[in-house]
């Protein structure tokens, strides 16, 4: 069964110059597996889920447009592990972030099959 978990850094002060990193573990998959995406998705408090971008099984890349400047998605596949780097915080970054696997490079949360417990991130001001 494919397990995704999700490691962050619980608080995050505001900052230009910080940023939050994400870690996303899977088991029962590889990351690896042809016709795959692995995703981050975000959803704030009273806001709907956020597709934040996807890194395939070649390592080839996607982001949402409105976070491309400042999102960045990289993979260890020796560890099965992908990992989200999001810079420039403000309060606005608050969220659950889930990392989340899907079938198709749809880039929409709805697609996604398999998905973590998500971590809360609270960006401080």
């Known amino acids: 069964q494919v397990q995704l978990q999700e490691h962050g850094p619980g608080l995050v002060k505001a900052s230009k110059t910080l940023s939050l990193i994400c870690a996303c573990a899977v088991s029962g998959a590889s990351i690896t597996t042809e016709n795959y995406y692995w995703n981050w998705i975000r959803q704030p408090p009273g806001k709907i889920l956020e597709w934040i971008g996807s890194?395939?099984?070649?390592?080839?890349?996607n982001y949402n447009p409105s976070l491309a400047s400042r999102t960045s998605i990289w993979r260890d596949t020796s560890k099965d592990q992908f990992t989200l780097h999001l810079m420039s915080v403000t309060p606005e970054d608050t969220a659950v972030y889930y990392c989340a696997r899907s079938p198709n490079n749809y880039r929409v949360a709805s697609d996604a099959d398999y998905w973590g417990k998500g971590t809360l991130v609270t960006v401080s001001s």
């Open positions: 890194i395939d099984a070649n390592g080839d890349v």
